[in-house]
């Protein structure tokens, strides 16, 4: 079946402009996981939705940084006012349930300018 | 000190050695996970465990809960398994922390 996967995959935008970065995780999956991947700096935990449960925000850097999750579908992650520290890869992956393993999509490349 | 320490940072090595890769970790854990990611591509999750020992193919996994460790190992090292191998702990029951990773450069 299809993987999981990821719009757009590249971004370029300007410094002080929202962006809206979407993950359509493996079908099924109940757990979604965004991440990043800066240069640099290595991977960092955003943001985890399972099923209904509240999502875990914990790893969001600042309140310009938001997401979403319909259902056990789609989610959305929003970056408002984006700054030239937004810059890097962003993940998303899904799994089943938390206690297996995680499927990564391929990343969109945001470049704030 | 980061939760997860991995070593080496860089690891280059001849085609058809055995190669070790290793990951310490700070902290309690649920699960320990291994990753790769080729130059410009994707991540693959290769193992996920928490206790004793995985295998799949030439790759092998362990996992020392009570010395917070564990080891990636190839066997029969080829240039297509040239990648960056990541280490990532499982905390909280659903938040990965994740190591520097190592890169890998096999040698033809």
């Known amino acids: 079946g299809a993987g999981v996967s990821q719009s757009p995959s590249n971004k370029v935008t300007e410094k002080g402009k929202d962006v809206e970065l979407r993950c359509d995780p493996i079908?099924?999956?109940?757990?979604l996981y965004w991440y990043r991947q800066s240069l640099g700096q290595g991977l960092e935990f955003l943001i985890y939705f399972q099923g209904n449960s509240a999502p875990d925000k914990s790893g969001l850097p600042s309140d310009r940084f938001s997401a979403e999750r319909t259902g056990e579908s789609v989610s959305t992650l929003t970056i408002q006012r984006t700054q030239q520290e937004d810059s890097a890869v962003y993940l998303c992956?899904?799994?089943?349930?938390?206690?297996?393993?995680?499927?990564f999509g391929p990343g969109t490349r945001l470049t704030v300018l | 000190k980061n939760e997860v320490e991995q070593s080496p940072q860089n690891l280059t090595a001849q085609e058809g050695e055995f190669i070790t890769i290793n990951c310490s970790y700070s902290v309690g854990i649920s699960a320990l996970h291994w990753l790769q990611q080729h130059p410009g591509g994707g991540i693959v999750s290769l193992f996920m465990?928490?206790?004793g020992k995985k295998k799949h193919g030439r790759l092998i996994a362990t996992i020392n809960i009570q010395e917070k460790h564990s080891s990636l190992h190839i066997t029969a090292s080829h240039p297509r398994d040239s990648a960056v191998y990541i280490c990532?702990?499982?905390?909280?029951?659903?938040?990965?922390?994740f190591g520097a990773g190592t890169i890998l450069r096999v040698k033809s």
């Open positions: 079908s099924g999956h109940t757990a």
């Open positions: 990532a702990v499982m905390r909280g029951g659903n938040k990965l922390v």
């Open positions: 992956a899904s799994s089943l349930y938390w206690t297996d393993t995680q499927y």
């Open positions: 465990l928490s206790s």
